[in-house]
């Protein structure tokens, strides 16, 4: 099985040493030194504090901490508006009202303070925790960006978080002359790199400086089709929520084609602000970048995983791979979750969707933007305009330059007199899928029940009592084309075994086939063939010391059994004071 596969391959690689001059060229090398250098910091700082504690400083409630929008209307008296999933659109499909309202919603935030703090937020998390440098990236991110999403709305419910598609920009001679990067958009610079016209102009900086800095195309470089298409050609989950700074004797091979190793090459181009995580979240670029990245992520996930695997399929917790705050169960630092919680399908189903790239063809060389045009040679796409004085050589003849038209290499004033490529914004439909319902997350070490207002499935009432079947039975049947959740195979109840053995996994099988995994069969635990009073994740020792067999009973008197002291009883009596605390 998988868990022999990687014991097996943790003493054959038990002496290779990793090292980033493996990396396929210069710009990945440097994201790779970067992580590698966070990821030290991680572990000392691992061993300078209780890692897995939930006290003082953790963020709870309010409306960005929402899991549904209902909750999200309630916590801002059920504005107009606020019931309707955010549409995540590419930043040159908004109208220009939705851009100036965009545009002034992250005002508001900047001068009210909110928006420092949630840029402390990343701040705090930058080159020390589970949100870089491993497979808590993606999970983490998916986290703040809806939490900057929501402050937006509780300004404008009508807004949603605009994402980056900087390939766009990537075909350009100089990308640095695109339209993202003038002062109808995120802002120009002056000769000295300062973001000084624009929106943002007087954005100061938590470190106190007066306005943000850039250096564009200093190094890195942006997304290219070929970074995409490369996370959708990957099958393992291990890939995509990648070991971006594993140590000697990882079982498993560097993707140095991961999101995270490319996503950085994006912050090393901006430069300035963005290139470091503790100030990256300064420039508001941050938040429309990382959103494209999340964007690629929920797509992979569409294409490669079942709906179940969505929110299971995590990497396997292992300490030469990643440091422990990145493991399934660990704290995501600064809130009160884990990291599990940030696979989510709630996410998607209750809070935010995503709008298509810009797609354009020969036959329609319609980008559905003035600020995009189509480039029909060969596989037809859209690319970004050209800002006056912009270099555009290679496109003439091409609607490549707002406003104006490409003479002598460069955009200047005039009208452009060629065929008609791109057009009026159509305004986008947002899609009225209010009120989906949530789907409950399990209670574990990292959560207990929360959020009152969300409607759930429930677990069979006692372990004599199974619930009615409440799915079509083919859902039972495991999937296997993510294994790598099997090293992560815990039951979320001491119910779980009874329950299996009176049928539920198949009559009950939405809920079994999420909180009771390992007695339903959809994977397997190292510790299976043990028996006895065991405890089933190596954190267990770590949580007790924090509290947790009091705070998280449910979870740690199935999974943690010896840590908890809990040998003297039997199943039944823990399944049955489990149901007792339910009731």
Known sequence: GLIAAVLCALLAAAAAEFSCSQAPDVDIEKACEMMQEWDQTARKEIRKRQLFGFGGGQITGGPQGCRNLQCFCSQI??????????????????????????????????????????SIMHRQVGTSSGAHSGPGFLPWHREFMKRMELALRAIDPSLSL?????????????????????????????????????????????????????????????????????????????????????????????????????????HLWIGGDMKPPTTSANDPIFFLHHCFVDFIWENWRQMRQSRAQRETAYPPDIGTCSNSQHFSYAAMRPWDLMNREGIANYYTDNIFSYAPRP????????????????????????????????????????????????????????????????????????????????????????????????????????????????????TWAPTTSVRALDANCFNDDPCCEPWARIGECRTNAAYMSRYCRRSCHYCSNPFDNQTGCIDRHASCSAWRNQGYCTRRKQWMSENCQRSCGLCTQTKQQLCQASVRRRL
């Open 359 to 474: 797609t354009c063809s020969t036959a329609n060389p319609n980008c559905g933007s003035p600020y995009l045009f189509c480039d029909t040679r060969g596989f037809a796409h859209c690319v970004a305009k050209v800002k006056p004085n912009g270099r555009c050589n290679g496109f003439e003849g091409f609607d490549v330059c707002f406003g104006g038209v490409c003479t002598g290499g460069f955009c200047r004033g005039g009208a452009f007199t060629g065929p008609q490529s791109t057009f009026g914004t159509t305004r986008a439909q947002t899609p009225q899928n209010t009120f989906a319902q949530t789907t409950r997350l399990p209670t574990t070490p990292a959560q207990t029940t929360r959020f009152t207002n969300t409607q759930t499935t429930r677990p069979p009432t006692t372990f004599t009592t199974p619930r009615p079947a409440f799915t079509n039975p083919s």
């Open 162 to 266: 605009p994402y980056w598609d900087s390939v766009l920009d990537s075909y350009l001679p100089d990308p640095r002359d695109s339209i993202m990067f003038s002062a109808a958009f995120m802002g120009d610079t002056d000769a000295s790199g300062q973001v000084a016209f624009g929106a943002f102009g007087n954005f100061r900086t938590l470190e106190g400086r007066p306005t943000i800095v850039r250096r564009l195309a200093g190094e890195g470089r942006l997304f290219s089709e070929a970074n995409i298409a490369a996370v959708y050609s990957r099958t393992a989950v291990q890939d995509v929520l990648a070991y971006t700074a594993p140590q000697g004797g990882c079982p498993f091979p560097t993707n140095f084609q991961a999101l995270e190793y490319t996503h950085s090459s994006v």
């Open 77 to 118: 008296g059920n504005r107009p508006g606020c019931g309707n999933r955010a549409y995540r659109r590419e930043y040159r499909m908004l109208s220009d009202n939705e851009r100036n309202r965009f545009h002034n919603a992250l005002v508001v935030l900047k001068n009210n303070g909110e928006y420092d703090r949630l």
